[in-house]
């Protein structure tokens, strides 16, 4: 069984689309690892495209934003103008859809979730000392997170609990050999690793090969149509920067 695993989709319905062109072919089903929503032109388009494929979607803070779950005053200015117009947008019934998302999932050798293990709405696991400390709060060898929207391997080293940061190679074989590790696939629909182009990964479960890719995609398109809908300036520009 091969998995399509993406993350941090961010309503960007041409870069979801380009990913899924791209990887046509190479699995079975998809995991995805919230944020589904929030920040891009294309809430709707986006829910419904993952909903039309045989998937397990995990809610992020986005998604929660999108929900009222959480207070949105705690966002930025940006990020609360975008949240608030996803909640108008977004129809009843893909407002649903994100209602019932998990917040943890637990499948064979791999925990699933958007943050981090310990805080899978809410931690940013940037470096290696925050990998440490998550790596007792799951059970499995291996844990696929999301969140920074940055594509990154983090390793346990030893007993102790130390932890190594690894840069994604793209399309080269990255095996899952036993050591426990914690890895990031970046985001598709906005990218923060200075690279604006999207990010996925492919997991082979029968042969414990991962592998991290990344794709260019029409991003003025979608800029467009955030100019259409008024969503901020600031939001626009950062697609093309990677940031
Ligand atoms: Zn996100």
């Known amino acids: 069984m091969r998995i399509l695993i993406i993350s ?4 960007n319905d041409t870069a979801f689309e380009a990913v899924l062109k791209h990887s046509e072919g190479d ?20 829910v419904e ?27 930025n200015p940006d990020a609360r103008r975008a949240a608030e117009w996803t909640q108008e947008t977004l129809s009843a019934e893909n407002t649903r859809f994100l209602e019932h998302l998990p917040v943890t999932f637990v499948i064979g050798d791999y925990t699933l ?7 899978p709405i809410w931690e940013y696991i940037l470096e290696p000392a925050v990998a440490t400390l998550n790596f007792p709060h799951f059970e499995t060898p291996y844990c696929f997170v999301g969140h920074t929207h940055q594509p990154v391997i983090y390793s346990l080293l030893d007993e102790s609990g130390n932890a190594k940061s690894s840069p994604p190679r793209y399309n080269e074989a990255h095996a899952l050999n036993g050591q426990r590790q914690i ?15 999207a990010a996925y990964g492919i ?27 008024n969503l ?12």
């Open 27 to 46: 699995w079975d089903f998809v995991w995805c690892l919230g944020d589904v929503v929030g920040y891009g032109p294309d809430p709707n388009e986006c």
């Open 113 to 119: 979730v958007h943050a981090s293990p310990r805080e």
């Open 203 to 229: 997991l082979d479960m029968s042969s414990g090969v991962f592998e991290h890719r990344r794709i260019p995609y029409d991003i003025r398109a979608v800029q467009r149509r955030m100019m259409d809908y």
């Open 183 to 197: 890895i990031n696939p970046g985001s598709i629909g906005q990218p923060r690793d200075q690279n604006p182009n």
């Open 8 to 11: 941090d989709i961010h309503a």
């Open 232 to 243: 901020p300036e600031r939001l626009i520009t950062r697609l093309e920067h990677g940031l």
């Open 49 to 75: 495209r993952l909903k039309a494929l045989p998937q397990l979607c995990l809610a992020g803070n986005h998604d929660w934003a999108a929900l009222n779950r959480l207070d949105i005053k705690t966002f």
